[in-house]
């Protein structure tokens, strides 16, 4: 097993920043990804980022590229998403996910943390 824990959201006005945190504890080393969706009032979850847990590869979603940066703290088991220049349209709660090695989809998640954006 595997448990996440997402902090830092908040409100921000539009042009500001936030970093959100996930605290990853249990089985990590059967982690091959961890990655941030979001979920925005009436609309369906979207994929933001994500970082390999070995080697720390990278993917963004065209809508954050350039704006967030993801990344780990190896030492604290946490990864970060660093998010600048922030728009109302990235208005949403935002969920850390892991997925594990025995499985081809993120498997646990938490309980989100709210990011809202004003213009």
């Known amino acids: 097993q595997v448990q996440v824990v997402e902090s830092g959201g908040g409100l921000v006005q539009a042009g500001g920043s936030l970093r959100l945190s996930c605290a990853a504890s249990g089985r990590t080393y059967s982690l091959t990804f961890l990655g941030w969706f979001r979920q925005a009032p009436g609309k369906e979850r979207e994929f933001v980022a994500h970082?390999?847990?070995?080697?720390?590869?990278?993917l963004y979603a065209d809508s954050v590229k350039g704006r967030f940066t993801i990344s780990r703290d190896y030492a604290k088991d946490t990864v970060y998403l660093q998010m600048n220049s922030l728009q109302p349209e990235d208005t949403a709660v935002y969920y850390c996910?892991?997925?594990?090695?025995?499985?081809?989809?993120?498997?646990?998640w938490g309980q989100g943390t709210q990011v809202t954006v004003s213009s």
């Open positions: 970082i390999t847990w070995v080697g720390s590869r990278t």
């Open positions: 996910a892991a997925r594990p090695e025995y499985s081809g989809e993120y498997t646990y």
